[in-house]
């Protein structure tokens, strides 16, 4: 297509073709004088290709950033969902690992057992005590159950169980020590029952429990613990009995 | 009717007097003569940078002193005496180094006696060339007065044909629309409603681009002749 220059820059050309277009073309001040009629090449073609691939690479761009965010999506709502599902319904890794917890829990029964009466003068007061008197909250099904690690020092770790959230730290000072905190975070529903922690060696071996009774535990209570840790305790099983009203 | 069109050979007999219709001259003629010596030098300059352009713009002035409208076309003459006069500097410039002052400026002059004579036999010769360049350096000044830049242009040109050809067709009308032409001299504004009433194109579309009908308008009226839509219309 003929051109003519119109106007001359450092790096390009003003040039206007025959047909009325004003075009920037690549041509070095020096080579060509105002007024000059040179060549230039249809850009149509040219255009329509670069177009053409432009439409692609942006189709694509758009492809991909559209899977990214189901991906995304899925596996945040998914997890968002499943700190409200209830537990039966779903079945998960966790429920699973539960199902370990059973038999393990079985073996400690036995142990239990096997274990002579004067052993239980050895534990602390409160606890044994508060295991014993709540027989009939162990025959209920748990709501939630959990074997929580306590290697972590300082790091607090959340739970969330119905609209109640556990929340634990192992405390660092001389000596280990866990504490633990129980909010009732639902709008309206209170929360009666009890909080079972059975602390567990490093084989799964269970070597005590505390329970930990929430009572008419209403939206906004917060209750806080703090139970020493003993030599060999590296997890606990967290088990919530009760119902919401 | 709306152009009393000077040729420029008149315009630079009044430049001879008058020293602000030399600055005028000058000022339209400035791309031109940057790049006539761009050309020489063979790389881009830049005025109030480089040398050669001071010494382009000085032959400029002695063109137009000298000029003899009798003799043929100012352009041609002027482009001779701006070549001619950067060879010398060029020449100048390199000689500098290594030949004595006397020995050069004797070179010079005679390059000088010699170049400007062959500029007086050139200048007479008519060049179809020639007439191509001063309707763009026309049709420059033309669109600086009304505040349009070639860049402007790029940045507006429409890309598809159709829609160039609807705005050729704009220009049209205004071009043979007296009322219409003469409110668009008088106002420098486009009448988009009578435009629109005869064409039947949507205001917004006119509005968008009113810049290049305008520049197509006045590419008529100055009878750029390399323009399709010139072609045929000669002007006014």
Request: glycine share 6%; net charge negative; hydrophobic share 40%.
């Amino acid at each position: 297509m003929k051109a003519i220059i119109m106007e001359i820059n450092k790096k390009y050309c003003i040039v206007m073709t025959e047909d009325g277009q004003f075009l920037k073309h690549r041509i070095s001040g020096g080579s060509v004088e105002i007024g000059d009629g040179i060549i230039i090449e249809e850009k149509n073609n040219e255009f329509s290709l670069a177009n053409y691939k432009k439409t692609w690479i942006r189709g694509l761009a758009v492809g991909f950033a559209v899977l990214v965010v189901l991906v995304v999506g899925s596996v945040f709502s998914y997890r968002f969902l499943k700190q409200y599902l209830p537990i039966s319904s779903a079945p998960t890794v966790a429920a699973a690992k539960i199902s370990e917890e059973n038999l393990a829990d079985k073996e400690v029964e036995k142990n239990l057992q096997s274990v002579p009466q004067e052993d239980s003068a050895e534990r602390p007061l409160g606890e044994s005590a508060a295991a014993e008197d709540n027989a009939e909250t162990f025959q209920q099904s748990p709501l939630f159950e959990k074997v929580l690690l306590l290697k972590k020092e300082n790091v607090l770790t959340e739970e969330h169980i119905n609209g109640i959230l556990f929340s634990y730290q192992v405390l660092s000072t001389e000596q280990k020590v866990l504490q633990v905190k129980i909010e009732n975070r639902n709008d309206s529903l209170k929360f009666e029952g009890s909080i079972l922690l059975e602390m567990m060696l490093e084989d799964g071996s269970i070597t005590r429990q505390v329970m930990i009774e929430l009572p008419g535990f209403n939206p906004g209570y917060i209750k806080e613990e703090k139970i020493g840790i003993e030599n060999g305790e590296t997890n606990f099983k967290l088990v919530v009995y009760g119902e919401f009203n | 009717m709306f152009f009393k069109k000077i040729s420029l050979e008149e315009r630079v007999i009044k430049s001879k007097n008058s020293n602000d219709e030399l600055n005028t001259l000058i000022s339209d003629f400035k791309p031109f003569i940057a790049s006539v010596v761009q050309k020489k030098v063979g790389k881009y300059l830049e005025y109030g940078v480089d040398d050669e352009l001071s010494v382009g713009l000085s032959a400029f002035m002695e063109a137009v002193n000298s000029f003899d409208v009798k003799k043929g076309t100012f352009l041609s003459f002027s482009r001779l005496v701006i070549n001619a006069r950067v060879i010398d500097f060029l020449r100048k410039k390199s000689k500098l180094r290594t030949i004595s002052i006397d020995e050069d400026s004797q070179d010079e002059n005679e390059l000088s006696t010699v170049l400007n004579k062959k500029s007086m036999e050139k200048y007479t010769l008519e060049n179809e060339e020639d007439s191509v360049k001063l309707e763009v350096i026309e049709y420059a000044s033309l669109l600086k007065n009304w505040n349009i830049g070639f860049n402007e242009l790029v940045r507006i040109s429409p890309k598809k044909d159709t829609l160039r050809q609807e705005y050729k067709n704009a220009a049209k009308v205004i071009i043979d629309n007296d009322n219409i032409l003469d409110e668009l001299m008088r106002t420098k504004r486009l009448p988009i409603g009578e435009i629109e009433k005869i064409l039947k194109i949507h205001r917004k579309k006119l509005e968008r681009g009113r810049i290049y009908i305008i520049a197509i308008v006045l590419a008529i009226l100055n009878g750029l002749s390399y323009l399709d839509i010139c072609k045929g219309d000669g002007g006014r």
